[in-house]
Every structure is written in C-alpha cells, then in structure tokens.
C-alpha cells in the first residue's frame, strides 16, 4: 500500500512563475515530513522539513504547508528558477520497532521552462 | 566536509551473478542506510545500520542480498545470486542521528545495477 503518494509526475512551470509540488499520505502516526531534490546521476539531497505539529516551514524561496485534516502537503518555490529543474521526492517519517523509518514517495519531475 | 562515497556507479552483470557494492559514509555519521531505487519510484530501505549493529533489515530479501558494517564506518552490500528484478540503483545514505524523525539524510550518488 502507497502511503505517501505524489499523483503528478512531471510539471512544467514558466521560469519566475509559482511552482507548486504536492503529496498525499495515509498514516496520521507520521510525525515529519520532508522534501528532497534530485538531479540526474546524483542522489537526493535534503531540501526543507516540516513538523506534523506545525503547518508552515518557509526557507528562502521553498515554503512547504501541510493540511493534517486533508493529509496534504505541498512545496511552493517561487520563483522558479531553471537550477530548480530536478525531480523531487516528499517524504514522512514515522516511529517503528526501533528506529524512524522514512517513507517515500515516487517523486515528482519538475520542469522550468524560460 | 566530504560527502558519501559508493562504488562502483554503474555495473551491468548476468542474472545469477554476483555484485558487491561499497559505501563510505560522512565522517562521524552513526547511521548508515541502503536503499533500492526501482525506476519511477521512491527508494525504498533495505537496511539501516546504527554504528555496527543492524537496526531494520526488515525489506531485505536475506536469501540474496547481505550487507555488512565493519568497524562501523565503511559498508558493503552484496546480491548473491542476482535475478533481474534487482535492476535498480542502490543508494547508500548516513546520517548523524536516527532518533529523530526530522532529520537529514545525506545521499551517495548511487550504483546503478543492470541485470541481464
């Protein structure tokens, strides 16, 4: 069962507009969620995280919200800039046996056009 | 500071094969993690190390896939013997901390395995 999906996945975004990144999860025990980037041949870095009991986190131009209610959560980035083109992954992390376990989602691949 | 080390980054090998992989993590990160990377999906975890010990291996398929931290530092991962399916890239990952659940994972650039 998908318990962190990303229903879109590519998207095309006009350089300097609004990109908009989103995720859905299953499991209200995920106590933090996070968003990594990824560029061809390389493995994803860390991007920005927010805590299930916030609904904000903002860091320079990636602002990321989360609707517990809904269970979504999604990336702004404005503006869009072409070093953003990468695929992005959200992901929630969780208490299991013994250790945080981070699930995963299929990523996104973002697009910015000029 | 230097990030995570993997090697090889690509290998293509014959089903029923056998394949090893290597990692080196950041210095002084506790945590180490493989995952398996299958094209259009998010990597999923195969084993997760705090220092030497294994923590979760609960996704690793034990009659194939064996991984090992010496000293807890370096780690390798091998498949043994390789069917197809494990077409994938394996990436290595550490942090310095697996008690929180915010907390940054840093990425090796992967090994992309093909299997024919």
């Known amino acids: 069962d998908q318990q962190v999906k990303q229903n879109s996945p590519s998207l095309s975004v006009q350089e300097g507009r609004i990109s908009i990144l989103n995720c859905d999860y299953t499991?209200?025990?995920?106590?933090?969620f996070l968003w990594y980037k990824k560029y061809p041949a390389e493995g994803p870095t860390f991007l920005i995280s927010?805590?299930?009991i916030k609904d904000k986190n903002e860091d320079g131009r990636f602002t990321v919200f989360l609707n517990k209610s809904a269970k979504h959560l999604s990336l702004h980035i404005v503006p869009s800039q072409p070093g953003d083109s990468a695929v992005y992954f959200c992901?929630?992390?969780?208490?299991?046996?013994?250790?945080?376990?981070?699930?995963w989602g299929a990523g996104t691949k973002l697009i910015i056009k000029p | 500071e230097a990030g995570v080390a993997q090697s090889p980054r690509y290998k293509i090998i014959e089903k029923r094969q056998s394949v090893a992989f290597w990692c080196n993590p950041i210095?002084?990160?506790?945590?180490l993690y493989w995952y398996q990377q299958i094209l259009g999906q998010g990597p999923k975890l195969l084993i997760q190390?705090?220092?030497?010990?294994?923590?979760?291996d609960s996704q690793l398929p034990k009659d194939r896939f064996s991984a090992e931290r010496l000293k807890g530092v370096d780690s390798t991962l091998k498949i043994q013997p390789a069917k197809l399916e494990d077409s994938a890239v394996y990436l290595c990952?550490?942090?310095?901390?697996?008690?929180?659940?915010?907390?940054?994972?840093?990425f090796g650039p992967g090994t992309r395995l093909t299997v024919t």
């Open positions: 990952a550490s942090s310095s901390s697996g008690g929180s659940g915010g907390y940054e994972q840093y």
């Open positions: 210095s002084g990160h506790a945590t």
């Open positions: 190390f705090q220092n030497n010990g294994v923590v979760d």
């Open positions: 499991n209200s025990m995920f106590d933090y």
């Open positions: 927010i805590s299930s």
């Open positions: 992901a929630a992390s969780f208490w299991g046996d013994s250790n945080y376990q981070l699930i």
